[in-house]
């Protein structure tokens, strides 16, 4: 008994310091590409820039210009170019792999290795010299990282034959080149004059009332409950693993392994509280691995970058694809597994090994052996994790979800009687993969929506999504009724009542969305559903729509106005920010606040339209580049408020000081309405304050 508490503090140990260590050794595979930068040239007007690309063994690199609807493609942005002209783009110095990918169905390109990316460049100017953007592209191995790299050329760099030539000839300037650097300077002049976070960032030029300073102080001063309202965020995550859990438990793969596990548990130890020990160590480590792989995800890519991932539209369309692929997969399509040797090696190690190690190798095989029921789930909740923003939530998730699932296993290894009365496996949990696949395929739909509205394509408005949603929901209603078959599908004699109900919730569901066809807000589904303001034929006049969308404009027009206003920071992929527009937005007497006594201020932090010019602020000590719009808002969010999620609401004056403590996501109208009255009062205090 010693022994086997020993092995048991042992097993804990490893684990405590053990996955740190992994968790360290996947940060650096943040960027599983190191580059670096060289600069050469002829010492008269041509100079070949080069980046260097070092693959890591294992991993790709994917080649530039690939076909639409692909992977990544490597890109090279121009940030600024000036004193040269680019004669011709980036050429690698070897050529890259060609082969037809099975998944996307197109031939792609990738480097393994170490790759150079080079081009020429003609100099105009020596002296003024420089030449910054940035490398982005897709680095892949079982999963896929995105990576970029800034680089930076300037004069400094250049031999001294070049720069002796400049000094002894005039410098050229070409008339593309004098067009290029007065478009620049005109450009500069106008951010400079009319945009606030140009003004801010700089040291000159500094207006007495700059709404975009920090109000960090006063909102604590205020009692700002952000923190708090984070860490409800990650309970939610952590209900939302475990509900996921529970699901996954119900799944053909996992289900018949429960009986069948606990009982070799009782039967491979000759005592029964050796075996309840035995099953409460496999369900731990089911959480063990579960919680790693959260770890591990959070290290690979961190809260940030898969926030950032979940508005990418070629993260979004994979995973719109997976889900898709795991749907046709669950109807019978065909059976989608994990590769055989692997679980015959995860159990060969079970049987070669003994002891915790043995039940550890058994618990590892029974992720690998779920995989196909569970992964869908999983890639869902890590997904929904990455969004809150926090950077320890993928792993809370994996901890509901690994908890669900290793509860039981333990259970029934304690109270085996319990396994008496377990349903048998049999053609039941076929229906619930069936009903599984209706619902993955529903929700593919909200990943796609989300690619649809960051990048405005157009493709998916809220009355088309809303169909399929009404024949998805529909079908699942007259599966479960038995008038649809499926492969695999036992005859139907009859149906039982919790069948019938489920019928009848489904059916009832798909009626209840029709309304919504001709703009019906159908709050219960507010989250998933395209905003109201994509719908071409609506009918309801009820929904807000904001005033500006950019913050310049709106603060300039509350200050001439003298209105108070709500800043709401926003996103197309934020599902909570879709449900309090259409919960709570469209209450009258909401509504008559926001249009009526505040200049309402929506930015979306996903919005991907580029800049008219690249922005560089300085953050957490280092130099940061803002391209998109949604950048900017997002700067604007952390450094005035020290808040990252979303959604976001602050009322402030026309100077920019907060008039109450900020507001999350609560649909609670009432405290809304407190919320948007509270500003007001406070607004018009001090208004007579100012007067006296």
């Known amino acids: 008994m010693k022994q086997r508490t020993t092995y048991l503090l042992l097993l804990i140990t490893l684990f405590l310091t053990a996955v740190p260590k992994l968790a360290a050794q996947a940060g650096g595979m943040i960027n599983p590409v190191k580059f670096s930068q060289q600069i050469t040239d002829d010492g008269k007007k041509t100079v070949t820039v080069s980046i260097t690309a070092r693959v890591i063994d294992g991993w790709h690199l994917y080649d530039q210009n690939l076909p639409a609807g692909g992977p990544v493609s490597l890109e090279f942005h121009t940030d600024k170019l000036q004193g040269a002209k680019a004669l011709g783009g980036f050429k690698a110095n070897k050529a890259p792999h060609r082969y037809t990918d099975d998944i996307f169905g197109i031939e792609v390109r990738d480097f393994a290795g170490t790759v150079t990316f080079s081009q020429k460049l003609e100099i105009t100017d020596p002296k003024a010299f420089v030449y910054e953007g940035q490398l982005k592209g897709q680095a892949c191995q079982d999963n896929c990282v995105l990576v970029d790299y800034d680089f930076n050329f300037s004069s400094k760099q250049l031999s001294k034959a070049m720069l002796a030539v400049a000094a002894s000839e005039p410098a050229e300037t070409t008339d593309e080149d004098a067009t290029t650097e007065t478009e620049a300077d005109s450009t500069e002049t106008a951010l400079g004059a009319s945009d606030s976070l140009a003004v801010a960032t700089t040291s000159a030029g500094v207006t007495a009332t700059n709404y975009w300073e920090p ?142 190690l043995s039940i550890f190798f058994m618990a590892f095989t029974l992720v690998l052996v779920s995989f196909s029921c569970t992964g869908p789930i999983i890639g869902t909740l890590l997904v929904q994790a990455g969004t809150s923003g926090e950077i320890v939530a993928p792993a809370i998730g994996m901890i509901g ?45 909200k990943f796609l929506s989300v690619a649809d509205l960051a990048y405005g394509w157009g493709i998916l408005d809220r009355e088309t999504f809303l169909a399929l949603w009404i024949i998805i929901f529909a079908l699942l209603g007259f ?6 078959r499926l492969p695999h599908d036992t005859p139907l004699e009859k149906i039982s009542v919790s069948r019938l109900f489920m019928a009848i919730i489904s059916l009832a569901f798909s009626v209840y969305m029709i309304p919504g066809l001709w703009g019906a807000p159908l709050k219960s589904i507010t989250a998933f559903a395209p905003p109201l303001y994509t719908q071409d034929f609506n ?9 500006f969308d950019d913050f310049d404009a709106g603060m300039r027009y509350a200050q001439e106005t003298g209105k108070p206003v709500l800043l709401d920071f926003s996103g197309f992929g934020c599902v909570n920010c879709r449900e309090m527009e259409n919960s709570v937005w469209i209450d009258p007497t909401v509504k008559g606040l926001l249009e009526d006594d505040y ?33 900017k808002w997002s700067y604007l969010q952390r450094h005035k408020f020290a808040a990252n999620a979303q959604p976001y609401y602050i009322a402030i004056d026309p100077a920019g000081n907060p008039l109450s403590p900020s507001y999350a996501h609560d649909t609670d109208i009432s405290k809304y309405i407190d919320f948007l009255k509270g500003g007001l009062k406070e607004y018009e205090k001090r208004q007579k304050e100012q007067a006296k």
């Open 215 to 356: 109000v960090i102080e006063q909102l604590k001063a205020y009692g700002d409950r952000n923190q708090e309202q984070s860490n409800a965020s990650l309970l939610y995550i952590f209900i939302y693993g475990f509900l996921g859990g529970l699901i996954a438990l119900i799944t053909p793969c996992v289900w018949p392994m429960i009986p069948m596990t606990v009982s070799f548990f009782l039967k491979r130890t000759k005592s029964r509280k050796a075996a309840i020990r035995d099953a409460m160590i496999y369900g731990l480590s089911i959480i063990v691995i579960y919680v790693a792989l959260g770890l591990i995800i959070t290290a690979i890519f961190g809260a940030s970058a898969l926030n950032n991932l979940a508005t990418n539209a070629v993260f979004n369309i994979i995973f719109f694809l997976i889900l898709v692929l795991f749907a046709v997969s669950f109807f019978g399509a065909f059976e989608l597994v994990l590769p055989a040797k692997w679980t015959n090696k995860m159990d060969s190690k079970a049987d070669s090994t003994t002891g915790l």
């Open 401 to 445: 979800f690994a908890l669900a699932l290793a509860l039981p296993f333990s259970l029934f290894a304690i109270f085996p009687n319990m396994l008496q009365n377990m349903p048998k496996s049999g053609g039941w949990l076929n229906s619930v993969k069936v009903v599984l696949g209706f619902l993955e395929l529903a929700l593919s739909l």
């Open 479 to 484: 599966y479960l009724l038995g008038k649809i």
């Open 539 to 547: 009918l309801y006049d009820g929904e807000v729509h904001a005033q």
């Open 599 to 631: 200049i309402l201020i929506t930015l979306m932090v996903d919005d991907k339209t580029p800049l008219p010019q690249v922005i560089e602020v300085e953050e957490n000590g280092s130099v940061k580049k803002l391209r998109t719009i949604g950048d």
